[in-house]
């Protein structure tokens, strides 16, 4: 063990030597930097130490640290270079290659995150009024569950729950639970209507609005979705905007 530390401190001096333009302070950043660099998804908000460190790591492209930090080429230029920038900065072909490799990767972890992002999530309104609920769930010996929405770059997703029960009480087992993944370039049109519950239940049973959005597909068929009054129209032009971008993004 003592044999192993000797090492490595050994390992630890000699990197210090060959890099004497960095003093202390900037040391201890560039090892902060290398212990997050695995959060390689947010690289468009690197600058451009933390650019040539990734690539030095990752594509052994140390050679050309001081070249990335003197052009300033940090996460958010690196994707815009073109290949006559890149032909300039690395005359070497294999190491042009390399370096654009480990471009693209970083471009394929942050679209991917782009497009698993949550963009907005809600939950189905199951009753309009207390007297609704109240018949719904024999009085609350039998609840209901509701279903959950979530809209991501390129799906619209429901997901219906069935838990079991012995009336109101929940078992530890057998419950079901179904995902519907809605691809956005297959919905035609997104329609929203506002149903208000009857008279009598909105005087004396806390009755309550509600947004039902219609969501026509070429493939799944029609889905509705119930929200609560007023989240219906937003939620419309949040989808209708993301299909823009998904049919771009499909074009491409």
């Known amino acids: 063990l003592a044999s192993s530390k000797a090492s490595t401190n050994q390992r630890t001096t000699a990197t210090a030597i060959t890099r004497p333009d960095l003093d202390i302070d900037t040391a201890k950043s560039f090892e902060l930097n290398t212990n997050t660099m695995s959060s390689t998804e947010n690289y468009e908000s690197w600058d451009a130490k933390e650019l040539a460190e990734y690539l030095k790591n990752s594509a052994d492209l140390g050679q050309y640290y001081e070249v990335i930090i003197q052009q300033n080429i940090d996460g958010k230029t690196v994707g815009r270079l073109k290949d006559s920038d890149v032909a300039e900065m690395i005359p070497v072909i294999g190491d042009r290659l390399r370096f654009k490799e480990a471009i693209e990767k970083l471009q394929q972890i942050h679209r991917e995150k782009k497009r698993s992002e949550e963009i907005w999530k ?31 770059k390129n799906h619209m997703t429901i997901k219906t729950v069935n838990l079991k029960r012995c009336g109101p009480i929940r078992l ?81």
Not at 130 to 146: E, L, R, S, V
Request: charged fraction near 25%; hydrophobic fraction near 30%; proline fraction near 4%.
């Open 122 to 152: 809600g939950e189905e309104v199951l009753f309009i009024s207390c007297w609704d609920q109240a018949c719904g769930t024999c009085f609350g010996c039998c609840p209901a569950d509701a279903s959950t929405y979530s809209l991501t």
């Open 172 to 252: 530890c087992c057998g419950h079901e639970y179904s995902v519907d993944n809605i691809d956005l370039t297959h919905i035609t049109s997104v329609d929203v209507e506002g149903t208000s519950p009857p008279c009598c239940q909105l005087i004396f049973c806390c009755g309550k609005t509600v947004d039902k959005v219609e969501l026509k597909t070429t493939v799944e068929g029609d889905k509705i979705m119930t929200l609560p009054k007023g989240e219906g129209v937003p939620l419309s032009k949040k989808i209708l905007n993301q299909i823009e971008e998904a049919q771009v993004m499909e074009r491409d």
